[in-house]
């Protein structure tokens, strides 16, 4: 069959506010991180299916002809984009050879990439060659794992023809029409699934629809209008485990209700707080009083999520030395380590954020300046990434 | 007259928890500490009222002669325990030579020494010398125009026959039954209200009764068994306006209603689950799971306090430099600089408490060793007091 290539992007997520508040039916405000996965996806002639994973050192190919050994003999449907394909999943499983218990990084991306790959060519395998390249690193709740699913999702739905191009003659970039995104969201919360089991579906929604989304028990509502907000994005790089963070809360819950329940509450407010004043901010002109809200809250929050104990003394330092330099921070996910955001004004001058940069580097930490509110799942032109600092790989 | 001579001490206070939450109607507990003020009352027959108030450099005397000039013609009763007198107050203003305005530590401690005075002696005044002497520092929120009205109250009722003295001939120190606690409590409250104003009368209850006490909306209710807990008091130094602190917490509720209530409702139930803690530790063997608690409560609230606005850079560097040597702090009283206290565990070894004491001097912070939980007022006998390091003027 003949494939359409493409090259598609997608951003990474962060959490606003309302981690952990969020597990105990409270309000999150997710949003869109500008450090994005991109994906090329090329046609070959090879009747190979190749994978190039550059960030966890992943090169790997199959045969077609082998792949189709995986596809059921009946010819009936595979998995479709509402349902997890339990036999085809225990089918990959065993072919990349992971046991259930298996986790790693490597294994979960060829998992989910060879899982959409089957269901969505699953009338006539294509070969084809697929490289990734992510500025975000992994395992640091900061949506790569969602990035790259909805990357997946984005071009092998595009190569397959089964949505069109949003790109025309004159642009290098376009995004889709909300049909198409819809599709490509659904496809890579299948690729969460393989990957995470189950995941709440916030971080591929903020990947496929980019700015900024509120969560409830489970309900996603993407915010009208949002503005973009410049921030850094600090990894204090200590490693965590989100389910003993999250047990934490729940303990300290059980140990003092009458103390705890009220600042998951405070935390509630404060989401919807800052929801508010974004959206005040997207229809006028923001003010410098909308920035000093947005600071007392990002400092109100960061308070409570020490008080429910998922703090940690790299964002205490993270909170220190962005404040001897006038910017307010705090956790972002799950804590206990892991990456903060520090939100930085209009006004900020540059030498403030190289100076802050260097600070945070000086103390071990990874730092990005970025920005929040970014677009959602993307396609490119060949051209509109020759001077993005992508590797050649994808150029 | 014939009046007895007495030496008499009272402590100070702190707040444990509830500060600013008890001014919205929330539970705050007040306890004593272990840093004193002493008062010796000595008859003599000079014809002449002395007070010597050596911590504010003050040294005073008039003749008993013009002293009688204040007190009504007519014989009329004066200001009595339940009510300022504000005809007498006004004409001691007069006397003292301080307007409305005037609220130094000076004028109001002369005024409220002889407010006392003249009411207990009014129908024959003595000729006595009063010396007082602290370890509180003034003005720092630690309750020590309380612990000094407290012992004003005592020493006159007692030199006056109004009241016994509880000593026996094998006791050094002792204290008095409740009536007569209630007493100078009362005479204590009219020194506070001198002093001070509007003063919510937890101050001087604290200095008669000791021990710990529970405020809230205007009801004091003592703890009937408390633990004695060693703490470190330090003192930053930063002077701060308890009035503006009040009003900004106010004007954060007025911004953040659905933010800040709940955290006030959360410090509340620190307070109570504080005192059901203390009353069990007070009941049975306190154990190292008490203590866990205590601390827990502590960080806490003092991260409730920053929320609220009344933090300090000083107070953050006091829980930093504490909680490095394993230790927990908050806030106590009004913030925003001001005095902080340190729990110190049954194991906490001495080393580590010099080694603490000594980080803290070398942030140009006081620092003292105390107890919370210690006795309310006191007699003593002179022998009592000859070790104690209490300068000779009082003994």
């Not at 595979?78 to 218990?101: H, I, K, P, Q, T």
């Not at 934490?248 to 509450?265: A, T, Y």
């Not at 004004?345 to 930490?365: A, F, H």
Request: charged share 15%; glycine share 8%.
């Amino acid at each position: 069959m003949q494939i359409k290539e493409c090259i598609v992007s997608a951003p990474g997520k962060a959490i606003l506010h309302g981690e952990h508040a969020v597990v105990h039916g409270k309000v999150a405000l997710a949003v869109s991180l500008n450090l994005r996965t991109y994906l090329r996806l090329q046609a070959t002639s090879t009747s190979k299916v190749c994978i190039n994973l550059p960030n966890i050192n992943t090169f790997l190919s199959w045969d077609v002809a082998v792949l189709k050994q995986l596809l059921p003999d009946s010819g009936a449907e595979l998995g479709n984009v509402n349902e997890l394909d339990a036999e085809l999943v225990r089918m990959l499983r065993n072919f990349v050879g992971v046991s259930n218990g298996t986790l790693d990084t490597r294994s979960m991306a060829i998992l989910a990439f060879l899982y959409i790959y089957l269901c969505v060519f699953a009338k006539e395998l294509p070969s084809l060659t697929v490289s990734v390249w992510s500025e975000l690193p992994t395992g640091a709740g900061l949506g790569s794992s969602a990035a790259y699913s909805v990357c997946l999702a984005a071009a092998m739905l595009s190569a397959s023809g089964t949505i069109p191009s949003p790109l025309s003659d004159q642009e290098n970039t376009a995004r889709w029409g909300e049909v198409e995104m819809e599709l490509i969201n659904r496809w890579a919360f299948q690729g969460e699934r393989i990957i995470h089991g189950n995941p709440s579906g916030v971080d591929n929604a903020v990947g496929t629809w980019g700015g900024i989304l509120r969560y409830r028990s489970g309900k996603i509502t993407a915010l009208s209008r949002v503005p973009m907000l410049r921030i850094l994005l600090t990894n204090t790089k200590v490693p965590r485990s989100t389910k003993v963070l999250v047990a934490g809360v729940k303990d300290k819950m059980n140990k003092f209700p009458s103390i705890i329940n009220p600042v998951l509450e405070s935390v509630d407010a404060v989401s919807c707080t800052c929801e508010q004043t974004l959206t005040e901010m997207a229809s006028d002109t923001p003010t410098p009083e909308h920035y000093n809200v947005l600071e007392e809250l990002i400092d109100i929050n960061q308070h409570h999520l020490n008080v429910i104990g998922v703090g940690h003394t790299t964002l205490d330092t993270l909170c220190q030395v962005t404040l001897a330099r006038g910017l307010h921070s705090k956790l972002t996910g799950a804590g206990g380590g892991g990456c903060g955001i520090t939100l930085l004004r209009p006004e900020t001058e540059c030498s403030v954020i190289q100076n802050t940069i260097q600070d945070l580097k000086d103390c071990g930490y990874d730092c990005w300046e970025t920005r929040i509110g970014a677009a959602g799942v993307q396609q490119h032109s060949p051209l509109a990434l020759h001077d993005s600092g992508l590797p050649s790989l994808l150029l």
